[in-house]
């Protein structure tokens, strides 16, 4: 399996820095974005497999940028970060395509614990895919070309 890749976003420069040398340092490739724009405009060079995405940023906020995501990459699988008071963004959030929601100040290894399983549940829909494309691309038995 291709190691994760995944995408921080959040507009605290700190949150940013220190997360992502701390998940560096686990193994994982990080990449870090400070505002859903950029988010975007760095998904088009730099695919990743995970986004985890802060509800509340200036601008493009969190519920508009995995719109934009999900609409431009459908593979990408989004994390919601929320605070107590964007718990309805979060939701609307889950609505929208998240696979899934952390409150804020989330730990490491619950990070690590979400974004393992929602790229294991993207690695189980990409099989899926590739089955039915396979399944798709077979000739009929011959036993059902006797018979027509």
Same mark, same amino acid.
């Given at each position: 399996? !291709?190691?994760?890749?995944?995408? &921080? ?12 040398? &701390?998940? *560096?340092? +686990? ?9 859903? +724009?950029?988010?975007?405009? &760095? ?20 519920? $508009? ?15 919601? /970060?929320?605070?107590? $008071?964007? %718990?309805?963004?979060? %939701?609307?959030? /889950? ?8 409150? +804020?100040?989330?730990? &490491? @290894? *619950? ?6 399983? $929602? ?10 895919? @590739? $089955? ?6 077979? @000739?009929?038995?011959? @036993?059902? /070309? !006797?018979?027509?």
């Amino acid at each position: 399996m !291709e190691l994760m890749k995944m995408m &921080l976003v959040d507009d605290e420069e700190r949150f940013l820095s220190t997360t992502k040398k &701390l998940l *560096e340092r +686990k193994g994982f490739e990080v990449q870090t974005a400070s505002s859903g +724009k950029e988010a975007l405009d &760095l998904l088009r060079t730099h695919p990743v497999h995970v986004v985890i995405l802060d509800v509340k940023m200036p601008g493009m906020d969190g519920v $508009a940028t995995l719109r934009e995501i999900k609409r431009q990459y459908p593979m990408v699988e989004v994390i919601m /970060l929320t605070g107590h $008071a964007t %718990m309805e963004s979060a %939701m609307d959030g /889950l609505k929208s395509g998240a696979v899934d929601y952390l409150m +804020k100040p989330a730990n &490491l @290894e *619950e990070i690590i614990e979400k974004a393992v399983g $929602a790229y294991n549940r993207r690695a189980d829909i990409e099989e899926k895919i @590739e $089955a039915a494309r396979m399944q798709g691309s077979k @000739e009929p038995p011959p @036993e059902m /070309l !006797e018979q027509a």
